[in-house]
């Protein structure tokens, strides 16, 4: 059974980082291209990162460009979102997912960024 | 950006009834590769994203038959055949053929 769980969620100050992880099993995750996605309180989905199955390829939305950076430990089948310089507007419930061959969308559970002071 | 619209914001249906939204795209989402990668997605209340359908009409594992997708170029349809209980949430599309990705506002099903 595919499985990602995020953990990394929680309160930080204006201006702080985090780092999100998101542990996957049940696939080939080094076969995959992976993705972040966040969610505003009550909003809808905005997509923040995608990396290629070895890394060699980052896309992120304009508004994390130069904050938010995308990772992975293939040999761990760990995704990774450090992210850097946090605004109120980061606040969210961010989502790992996997990306199938035809942009299929394997959501996990999501994790909760609180950015507050 | 490709600016994704959906329609109607939102949909009271009768149980048994069927229930269609649709998603319209600011520019084609014919892919150079010759795919079209328009996904539909369910959001139940306080659950995760799920995604059912993926390339215009393509059902994803575990999907029920009453769901169904359309369309092509700038314009798309989810359609439910017989909206169950367990179909109220919130449905978004998606577009996955141009960085960056982008989603259409959502559509609330309800039951009337």
């Known amino acids: 059974e595919v499985q990602l769980v995020e953990s990394g969620g929680g309160l930080v100050q204006p201006g702080g980082s985090l780092r999100l992880s998101c542990a996957s099993s049940g696939f080939t995750f080094s076969s995959y291209w992976m993705s972040w996605v966040r969610q505003a309180p009550g909003k809808g989905l905005e997509w923040v990162a995608n990396i290629k199955q070895d890394g060699g390829e980052k896309y992120y939305v304009d508004s994390v460009k130069g904050r938010f950076t995308i990772s992975r430990d293939n040999a761990k089948n760990s995704l990774y979102l450090q992210m850097n310089s946090l605004r109120a507007e980061d606040t969210a419930v961010y989502y790992c997912?996997?990306?199938?061959?035809?942009?299929?969308?394997?959501w996990g559970q999501g994790t909760l960024v609180t950015v507050s002071s | 950006d490709i600016v994704m619209t959906q329609t109607p914001l939102s949909s009271p249906v009768t149980l048994g009834q069927p229930a269609s939204i649709s998603c319209r795209s600011s520019q084609s989402l014919v892919h150079s590769d010759g795919n079209t990668y328009l996904s539909w997605l369910q959001q139940r209340p306080g659950q995760p994203p799920r995604l059912l359908i993926y390339?215009?009409?393509n059902r994803f594992s575990g999907v029920p038959d009453r769901f169904s997708g359309s369309g092509a170029g700038t314009d798309f349809t989810l359609k439910i055949s017989r909206v169950e209980a367990e179909d109220v949430g919130v449905y978004y599309c998606?577009?996955?053929?141009?960085?960056?990705?982008?989603f259409g506002g959502g559509t609330k099903v309800e039951i009337k």
């Open positions: 997912a996997r990306v199938g061959s035809g942009y299929d969308y394997y």
């Open positions: 390339k215009i009409s």
């Open positions: 998606m577009q996955a053929t141009q960085f960056p990705l982008t």
